[in-house]
C-alpha cells in the first residue's frame, strides 16, 4: 500500500518513527514532509497529504500535528479526503470500516509511539465494509460535501469569525 505522510514541527518525531515502521512493513512511503522540528504551518501539510490521496498518488494518508485538531481540520477541508482524529485502536479501525477514512490524523503531543504504531496497524489493515447502512451514510457525506463545495459563501469567515 503507498501511504502519504506528513507533519508540522510538533508531530515531525512521531512522523519519522512512524515511516521507518512503515518502511520495515514495506509499506510504499510518500513523505510530503516536514522535515524538522523547525515551526512551520500544520495545513500546509495537512493539504499536501490530503491532496496525494485524493488525487491517488497514495491510497491512505498519515498526518501528524502537535494535537491533531487543526490538521483533522485541515484535511477534511479537501473533497473526497475523510481525516480522522483517533487515538484509540477501535476508532483506528472502524473508521475505516463503517466510514471509509482514508487519512489517519494523530496527535505527536498526545500519544506515544508505541500506541501511535498500534493506530497506524488498525488504520491500515481495515477495509471499508461497503454494508448498506454504511454505504448510505457514506453517500449522505459526500451530498453534503458537493452540496456545499458549490454553494457560495455570503461573506469569508477569517480567523475568530464565524461566515
Excluded at 483533522?72 to 479501525?93: F, M, Q, T
Excluded at 472502524?94 to 493506530?119: F, K, P, T
Amino acid at each position: 500500500m503507498r501511504i502519504a505522510i506528513g507533519a508540522d514541527h510538533a508531530g515531525f518525531e512521531l512522523k519519522e518513527c512512524v515511516k521507518a515502521r512503515l518502511l520495515e512493513w514495506k509499506q510504499d512511503v510518500l513523505d510530503m514532509g516536514t522535515n524538522s522540528t523547525k515551526p512551520v504551518d500544520y495545513p500546509d501539510y495537512a493539504e499536501a497529504v490530503a491532496l496525494a490521496v485524493r488525487e491517488g498518488k497514495a491510497e491512505r494518508g498519515i498526518m501528524i500535528c502537535g494535537s491533531g485538531v487543526g490538521a483533522s481540520v485541515a484535511a477534511n477541508k479537501i473533497p473526497g479526503v475523510r481525516a480522522g482524529l483517533c487515538h484509540d485502536h477501535y476508532s483506528a479501525h472502524q473508521g475505516v470500516e463503517h466510514d471509509d477514512m482514508n487519512v489517519l490524523v494523530l496527535g505527536g503531543r498526545v500519544i506515544g509511539e508505541s500506541v501511535a504504531l498500534e493506530l497506524v496497524r488498525a488504520f491500515l489493515a481495515a477495509k471499508y465494509t461497503g454494508e448498506d447502512r454504511h454505504q448510505q451514510r457514506l453517500g449522505k457525506l459526500m451530498a453534503i460535501e458537493a452540496r456545499y463545495a458549490t454553494m457560495p459563501s455570503a461573506k469569508k469567515a477569517g480567523p475568530g469569525q464565524h461566515g
